[in-house]
T-cell receptor
Framework: KAGVTQTPRYLIKTRGQQVTLSCSPI?????VSWYQQTPGQGLQFLFE???????NKGNFPGRFSGRQFSNSRSEMNVSTLELGDSALYLCASRGDTGELFFGEGSRLTVL | AQKVTQAQTEISVVEKEDVTLDCVYETRDTTYYLFWYKQPPSGELVFLIR??????QNEISGRYSWNFQKSTSSFNFTITASQVVDSAVYFC?????????????FGKGTKLTVNP
C-alpha cells in the first residue's frame, strides 16, 4: 500500500512569488491535513480537508490556502511568499482508525 | 489551549543503552489522543503510536514501550537496547478537536543520538 506522496520534494522560490504543493493521501483515506515545520515554531497545523471541504484551519494568514479534489488529493498554495515561509510542509492522511500518516514533506526555500 | 512539553531538547546515548523520552501535556478535554512520531533526517514523520485517554495501560512494541500516566499528564516513551538506527527527532503530540476535525498539537521534539 503506497504511503502519502508529496510533490515536489524540494523547491526554491523568491519573495513575492507563489507556490503550489501537492499531496496524494493513502488510498481510501479521505482526510488530508497540512502542517508547517520550521526550526523556530516547530510543527504547526495549517488546515484539514475532508471530502473536498475545509474542516479546520490553523492560525495562518490568508496567503495560505488549500483545496481537496474528489479523489482526495490535496493542494496547498502560498501566495506572495515571504522569507519566513521557508519551511518543511508536511501532508498527512487519516484512516478510519484515526492514525495520522505523514508524507516526506515538501521543503520550500524562499530567497 | 492544548500544550505539549518535551523538556529534553537533545539526548545522546551509547548503543544498547535504554533511553526514556519525556512528554507532558496540558488539556481540558476529557477525551483526547496522544501520539508519538519519529522524524529521521529524510523529514517524514513516522507514526509510532496513538493512545486513547481512557486507555492507561502501558504498551510495548518490540524495543519500544510507552508509559501513560493520566495523574501526572505524562506519556513517556522508552527505547530499550537502543540502536544507531534509532537516531532521530521524536515528537509527542496531543489531539485537539474542533467541529469534528482533529488537529495535532506537537511538542518541540527531542533529538536522540545513539552512538556506536
Amino acid at each position: 500500500k503506497a504511503g502519502v506522496t508529496q510533490t515536489p520534494r524540494y523547491l526554491i522560490k523568491t519573495r513575492g512569488q507563489q507556490v503550489t504543493l501537492s499531496c496524494s493521501p493513502i488510498s481510501g483515506h479521505r482526510s488530508v491535513s497540512w502542517y508547517q515545520q520550521t526550526p523556530g515554531q516547530g510543527l504547526q497545523f495549517l488546515f484539514e480537508y475532508f471530502s473536498e471541504t475545509q474542516r479546520n484551519k490553523g492560525n495562518f494568514p490568508g496567503r495560505f490556502s488549500g483545496r481537496q479534489f474528489s479523489n482526495s488529493r490535496s493542494e496547498m498554495n502560498v501566495s506572495t511568499l515571504e522569507l519566513g515561509d521557508s519551511a518543511l510542509y508536511l501532508c498527512a492522511s487519516r484512516g478510519d482508525t484515526g492514525e495520522l500518516f505523514f508524507g516526506e514533506g515538501s521543503r520550500l526555500t524562499v530567497l | 489551549a492544548q500544550k505539549v512539553t518535551q523538556a529534553q531538547t537533545e539526548i545522546s546515548v551509547v548503543e544498547k543503552e535504554d533511553v526514556t523520552l519525556d512528554c507532558v501535556y496540558e488539556t481540558r478535554d476529557t477525551t483526547y489522543y496522544l501520539f508519538w512520531y519519529k522524524q529521521p533526517p529524510s523529514g517524514e514523520l513516522v507514526f509510532l503510536i496513538r493512545r486513547n485517554s481512557f486507555d492507561e495501560q502501558n504498551e510495548i512494541s518490540g524495543r519500544y514501550s510507552w508509559n501513560f500516566q493520566k495523574s501526572t499528564s505524562s506519556f513517556n516513551f522508552t527505547i530499550t537496547a537502543s540502536q544507531v538506527v534509532d537516531s532521530a527527532v521524536y515528537f509527542c503530540a496531543l489531539s485537539e478537536w474542533k467541529g469534528g476535525s482533529e488537529k495535532l498539537v506537537f511538542g518541540k521534539g527531542t533529538k536522540l543520538t545513539v552512538n556506536p
